[in-house]
C-alpha cells in the first residue's frame, strides 16, 4: 500500500472512530446495525430524550455516517457506510460474553 493511500484511509479511520469514541453516539449506531430505526425507538432503546437523539442523528448524517428516509409520519435512520456496520459488528463479537 502506497504511503498516501495509507494516510487516506487513517484520516478515514480517524473520523470514524472520532464518532464512535461518544458512548450515546456509539449506541445509536449499535442499535443501527441491527436495522433501520426511528427516533422514538432510538431514544427509548439509548435512553436519551427525543431532542439529544435528534441532535446525534443529525450529526452523523453530516458526517455520513447515517442516512434517513421519511415514510409519512416518521423518519427512519440506518448505517450509510458498510465499513461502518462491520466495525460495530465486529466490535459486538470482541465484546460479547
Known amino acids: 500500500m502506497k504511503i498516501s493511500e495509507m494516510d487516506k484511509n487513517c484520516d478515514e479511520v480517524v473520523e470514524i472512530l472520532k464518532a464512535l469514541a461518544h458512548k450515546q453516539r456509539l449506541m445509536i449506531l449499535c442499535h ?26 443529525k450529526r452523523m448524517k453530516r458526517e455520513g ?23 460495530i459488528k465486529s466490535l459486538h463479537l470482541i465484546f460479547s460474553v
Request: one cysteine or more.
Open 32 to 57: 443501527l446495525s441491527e436495522g433501520e430505526k426511528t427516533v422514538s425507538e432510538l431514544h427509548e432503546l439509548c435512553n436519551l430524550s427525543n431532542s439529544y437523539t435528534s441532535q446525534f442523528l
Open 65 to 87: 455516517l447515517v442516512d434517513s428516509n421519511r415514510e409519512g409520519n416518521f423518519t427512519y435512520y440506518k448505517l450509510t457506510d458498510p465499513k461502518v456496520e462491520k466495525l
